[in-house]
């Protein structure tokens, strides 16, 4: 069974940084879509950066050139490098994997973890 359990959240003035982690377990890299996702009060779950299976990294357009993504298949941890925050990017941030392709595209995944709060203060 896929796990997947976020940590590294916090609160931050504008400017600043923060790395998420996303500890998995029970899938294999070479065969899933694994990313991160987020989602403020009121508004709808968006994605913000994923890596398919192929190895392909996709990234949406409100945090390129901010956030990197990164996949370490020794540790089976995915990490969210955020620099820069702004107070648009104040959201619950979740971790995400499915057996799809292009999951940048989508919300729809199967497997989801618990979440880890951002909050950006100007």
């Known amino acids: 069974q896929v796990q997947l359990a976020e940590s590294g959240g916090g609160s931050v ?3 600043g940084s923060l790395r998420l982690s996303c500890a ?3 899938y294999t890299y070479t065969s899933y879509c694994i990313g991160w ?3 403020s009060p009121g508004k709808t779950r ?3 950066a994923a890596i398919d299976e192929d ?3 996709s990234y949406a357009d409100s945090v390129k050139g901010r956030f990197t993504v990164s996949l370490d298949n020794t540790k089976k941890t995915l990490y969210l490098e955020m620099n820069g ?3 648009e990017d104040t959201a619950m941030y979740y971790c995400a994997a499915d057996q ?3 999951c940048i595209a989508t919300v729809g995944l199967a497997y989801w973890g618990q979440g880890t709060q951002v909050t950006v203060s100007s």
Do not use: D, F, K, M
Request: without cysteine; glycine residues 14%.
């Open 24 to 26: 998995t377990s029970g």
């Open 37 to 39: 996702y987020r989602q």
């Open 13 to 15: 003035q504008a400017g």
């Open 85 to 87: 925050l702004e107070v």
């Open 55 to 57: 190895g392909r990294i």
């Open 46 to 48: 968006e994605a913000v």
């Open 100 to 102: 799809v392709r292009n």
